[in-house]
């Protein structure tokens, strides 16, 4: 299967990057998920995310904006990190867009040594940059599988080692991993992916013992089947059976994931530590 280095999948998939502009609310007090509660959650923090071009790092990352935040977007594609930053500006918000490679830590750590230089620290890091390369077992290759244990296992760990001393050094910060629920659960077809996630989760366990007590907290988001464009190939009949697996009858939005990075990234959740949060409509009751 092609390389889709947004992870438009349909798939269980939670990294599924399609289209832009997926952004909720409106301005820069707007609170982008229209529940009542207070805007500017993540008021002055400066937010790294990756994957940040389409789907539900853009989504990710206009949220922030609107919450407050710095927002550093963060992806492959300098073209689109860059629309995506200014995608934030134009809704109020304040970012910055880099292009890396996460499997590149000469690119990381430049991005990561500017926005030091320049906000004096990091709060929250979303790991959310990822590919999926489908194939049953009998038939993946060898590069199917290294390529998106690359990307979307060892990327999260050269991320997070590279924000890691920055965080430690001002005793906080929130890293979030966007799994799926295949991370769990596996799925066919997934080995490569279904690893990859389950490796990030695995990442988070470790890092929330290890970290917690110097005032860091991790967690994962473990979405179910994400609505973006790339769905827009799938036959009606596809798309109309994968709806029927969710009980609550629908596809998850892609601001519906970045409420909940959001509501981890904030204060409000400052006890949930190593929790792994599925966001999946109910889909595996």
């Known amino acids: 299967m092609a390389d889709k280095r947004r992870n438009g999948s349909t798939h269980v998939d939670g990294n599924s990057n399609g289209n832009g502009k997926n952004g909720s609310g409106n301005g820069k007090n707007g609170n982008g998920n229209g529940n009542g509660h207070s805007a500017m959650r993540l008021s002055g923090k400066v937010a790294i995310i990756t994957g940040a071009g389409r789907g539900i790092g853009h989504a990710t990352s206009l949220k922030f904006g609107r919450e407050g935040a710095i927002v550093i977007t963060c992806d492959i594609n300098a073209d689109q990190a860059q629309q995506a930053a200014k995608d934030v500006t134009e809704a109020g918000g304040e970012a910055l867009g880099y292009q890396i490679d996460v499997r590149d830590q000469a690119s990381i750590t430049r991005m990561v040594e500017s926005v030091v230089a320049r906000y004096g620290r990091i709060d929250c890091l979303v790991n959310n940059a990822g590919i999926v390369q489908d194939s049953t077992l009998k038939n993946m290759t060898e590069e199917q599988f290294d390529s998106v244990i690359e990307i979307n296992l060892k990327g999260v760990y050269n991320c ?7 965080m430690l050094k001002q005793s906080s910060g929130v890293i979030l991993n966007a799994s799926s629920i295949v991370g769990i659960y596996g799925n066919f077809g997934q080995t490569n992916y279904a690893a ?82 599925e966001v999946s409509g109910g889909l595996t009751l």
């Not at 990442?203 to 988001?221: D, H």
């Not at 994400?226 to 009949?237: A, F, M, Q």
């Open 196 to 277: 990859s996630k389950f490796g990030v989760i695995g990442m988070v366990k470790t890092w929330a013992r290890e970290l917690g007590r110097k005032g860091i907290r991790a967690n994962a988001v473990c979405p179910g089947f994400v609505l973006t464009p790339i769905l827009g190939k799938i036959p009606e009949k596809v798309l109309k059976a994968l709806e029927d697996r969710v009980p609550l009858g629908r596809l998850a939005r892609p601001e519906e994931i970045a409420n909940t990075f959001a509501f981890l990234a904030s204060d409000e959740a400052s006890y949930i530590n190593g929790a792994v949060i």
């Open 160 to 166: 997070t080692k590279a924000v890691v001393d920055v």
